[in-house]
């Protein structure tokens, strides 16, 4: 418990040192492995199976174990809900809050190590997997923590058609891969936000991903000083806010951009992702794995005066579509 307390602080704590950072999150990792014998260095099969949803891909026990490695992505979630739970202390000052805590993984690594500098009468916690391995090891981390008394339920379940017995104070749900591909997390959103009480909060609060034009040789230079960037912003294609989920039939609105008046000739198509997790907190691009700028390069020819007509397409594989129109096409 003195560790795992030593190493949230260093985690919520640490400022912009980010080798402060990269440090606890690996020594968060490797505490989490002494207890359930998940990483990535031990053979077990049952560690290394993926489920195929109806909304998307539920990535392996031990992926999402290594997910705390992604130590600037750890460190932003960790610190962003640190301040929702005092945030909603506030608000709701005389309840004990509810917390739902969708795709926990085997670690929960999003609402554990809080528990070091939190008390139970703060709050409960509904943890869902889908995976039984995940499950039984989130299991066996609160008990080998005593953390049982922060705990509602477990429920190894698809979240997706998980509805609520009451209505939780705060959702986390982080279930996303670069520029939304693949995971479930937009659907997940749809499914859970609703179910939010009145003030509560949802973490991540947005999700935006926006088109770009890039000069790929002034982008990925790592030689030498750092090349400026050569960009054509085209504007948002993308963008999942919990407080304003209102898509009829869960289906996202098309989105058009146009290419303006410039030579597209060595510029290269890419989605950027910003991830806002709650106030002050947020991933950039690059800031983590699931914030890394994408190359379409279906995209690459576009041409000034192009317009090019976006859809977020929910199902087993979560993707955009995309469709381009000439300057003398009509949409």
Same mark, same amino acid.
């Given at each position: ?8 602080? !260093? ?7 980010? *080798? ?9 990792? /490797? ?20 489920? =195929?949803?109806?909304?998307?891909? &539920? ?5 999402? &174990? ?24 506030? #608000? ?30 703060? =709050? ?39 509805? $609520? +017995?009451?209505?939780? $104070? ?12 693949? %995971?479930?997390?937009? &659907? ?13 909060? =949802? ?11 890039? +000069? ?7 030689? *030498?000083?750092?090349?400026?960037? !050569? ?46 997790? =709650?106030? !002050?907190?947020?991933? #950039? ?14 995209? +690459?020819?576009?041409?000034?005066? /192009? ?8 199902? %087993?594989?979560? $993707? ?12």
């Amino acid at each position: 418990m003195k560790k795992l307390k030593q190493i949230t602080e !260093e985690i919520l704590f640490s400022g912009n040192n980010h *080798g402060a950072q990269y440090t606890a999150c690996n020594a968060l990792f /490797d505490f989490f492995i002494e207890i359930t014998n998940i990483s990535h260095q031990i053979e077990n099969a049952e560690d290394e199976i993926e489920t =195929f949803l109806a909304n998307g891909k &539920a990535i392996c026990p031990k992926n999402a &174990a290594r997910c705390v490695l992604d130590f600037a992505r750890t460190t932003q979630f960790l610190r962003g809900i640190y301040v929702a739970i005092l945030e909603l202390k506030k #608000r709701f000052p005389n309840e004990k809050l509810d917390i739902l805590y969708a795709g926990s993984g085997p670690f929960a690594t999003l609402v554990v190590p809080l528990m070091a500098v939190f008390q139970p009468s703060d =709050f409960r916690v509904t943890l869902i997997d889908i995976h039984e391995r995940s499950i039984r090891a989130v299991q066996k981390v609160f008990a080998d923590l005593g953390f049982d008394d922060f705990v509602a339920d477990f429920v190894q379940t698809d979240a997706n058609t998980y509805n $609520h +017995n009451g209505k939780p $104070h705060l959702i986390i749900s982080e279930t996303m891969q670069t520029a939304m591909k693949n %995971e479930p997390h937009a &659907a997940l959103t749809l499914q859970l936000a609703p179910q939010l009480a009145e003030n509560g909060i =949802f973490i991540p609060q947005k999700i935006s991903v926006e088109a770009c034009l890039a +000069n790929q040789a002034k982008e990925f230079s790592f030689v *030498g000083e750092e090349v400026e960037k !050569e960009r054509v912003y085209l504007g948002e294609i993308f963008a999942l806010e919990a407080e304003k989920v209102n898509f009829p039939n869960h289906e996202f609105p098309p989105v058009t951009v146009e290419v303006p008046a410039v030579d597209t000739e060595k510029l290269s198509f890419m989605y950027l992702t910003t991830v806002q997790i =709650f106030g !002050e907190c947020v991933l #950039r691009e690059r800031n983590s794995s699931i914030t890394y700028p994408v190359i379409v390069n279906e995209l +690459n020819d576009l041409k000034s005066g /192009d317009k090019i007509r976006f859809k977020y397409i929910l199902g %087993e594989k979560p $993707h955009f579509e995309y469709e381009v129109f000439s300057n003398d096409e009509i949409l």
